[in-house]
């Protein structure tokens, strides 16, 4: 029991200065992000990184007391709850919530494998997770500003009002603005959802890698052209997103939402399956290459989407199952 005790007593001591690094270091980024407007949105998604270290490496409660400095932080500094909210809604517990889908295992045997191994939660189920939240966060984000036909008419006005300064000829007739305000109405949720997925899976990623080389990793390092693929019922999700894009009025703008997040995580599925049906092939780097650079154009990144649509599954990571050092501990608890 003593031991037991030291034990609990050395985690908690590791965890939570543990977590309150990772908040400062995430309130950094994102004041950081404040004062860089250029690199805002790439800053702001990087204050994910220490939450993702911090809870992929040492447990839930690590991610939790990072969460909650960050946004402590950020309120005061910033004098701002309402900036500590939308910090934490949008980069921080998305990414303490992943990080504890990470670390969730159960005995291979209850999936009808066998009783020597672990079996982990699936990538394509946090990837998953990961479009489901930004979606949400997104639309969250919309109600709060009051996103749309309004607000669009304003940032168009105050656009064409600076070209006419500078490029009066520029300038396009009364119809191809009102155009313009329709289709930017769509593409801003579309592409800044999209965008924010690409984000934080990187993020994720990267510190998947950074964990797993410090050896703290709960999760074992998983290949990822093999293991990043979309769960296939995001498909119907995705689909029922460019239905609603058709309906018109905040239905529209939701259904934008869902196709950028969503068609973000089918889009990085794509380039998944070509990175593993590429391996060990001569010609692996120049089609990468090539993919990757024509990915900016629209009609081959929709190339790639429609192949990471066609190749969906669920891969499940085995590891041998530890054997506890109490006889009477969980062998399940992955988590700090």
Not at 7 to 23: D, E, F, M, N, S
Request: proline residues 6%; hydrophobic residues 55%.
């Amino acid at each position: 029991m003593k031991q037991d005790s030291e034990t609990v007593t050395t985690k908690t001591q590791t965890v939570l200065p543990t977590g309150i690094l990772a908040g400062i270091a995430a309130t950094l980024l994102t004041l950081g992000a404040n004062a860089q407007p250029s690199l805002a949105f790439v800053l702001y998604a990087a204050s994910s990184l220490p939450i993702f270290i911090a809870g992929l490496g040492w447990g839930n409660r690590a991610a939790i007391v990072g969460i909650v400095t960050a946004a402590i932080l950020g309120a005061v500094l910033m004098h701002s709850v309402y900036f500590a909210l939308t910090t934490a809604i949008f980069t921080l517990i998305p990414a303490g919530w992943l990080s504890h889908l990470a670390n969730l295992a159960r005995p291979a045997s209850e999936l009808g494998g066998p009783d020597n191994l672990m079996a982990w939660y699936p990538i394509s189920d946090i990837l998953l997770h990961l479009c489901a939240l930004v979606t949400v966060a997104m639309i969250a984000l919309g109600v709060a500003v009051d996103y749309g036909p309004e607000l669009m008419d304003r940032v168009i006005e105050a656009i064409m009002a600076s070209m006419r300064t500078q490029e009066p000829a520029a300038i396009p007739d009364p119809a191809g603005v009102e155009r313009i305000k329709e289709l930017f109405l769509l593409a801003v949720p579309l592409v800044q959802g999209g965008m924010w997925v690409l984000l934080l899976f990187a993020a994720f990623y990267i510190a998947v890698r950074i964990v797993s080389r410090s050896g703290r990793a709960l999760r074992p390092r998983e290949d990822m052209p093999s293991a990043l693929r979309m769960n296939r019922h995001a498909i119907f999700i995705f689909l029922a997103g460019i239905l609603l894009m058709f309906v018109g009025g905040i239905p529209a703008m939701i259904g934008a939402t869902i196709c950028g997040t969503f068609g973000a995580g089918f889009l990085m599925a794509g380039f998944a399956s070509i990175h593993f049906r590429s391996q060990g092939k001569d010609w692996r780097v120049p089609v990468l290459i090539l993919c990757y650079l024509s990915s900016m154009l629209t009609l081959p990144a929709i190339g790639i989407l429609i192949l990471g649509l066609v190749d969906t599954r669920r891969t499940i990571a085995l590891t041998p199952l530890k054997t506890p050092a109490n006889p009477n501990a969980n062998p399940n608890e992955n988590n700090n």
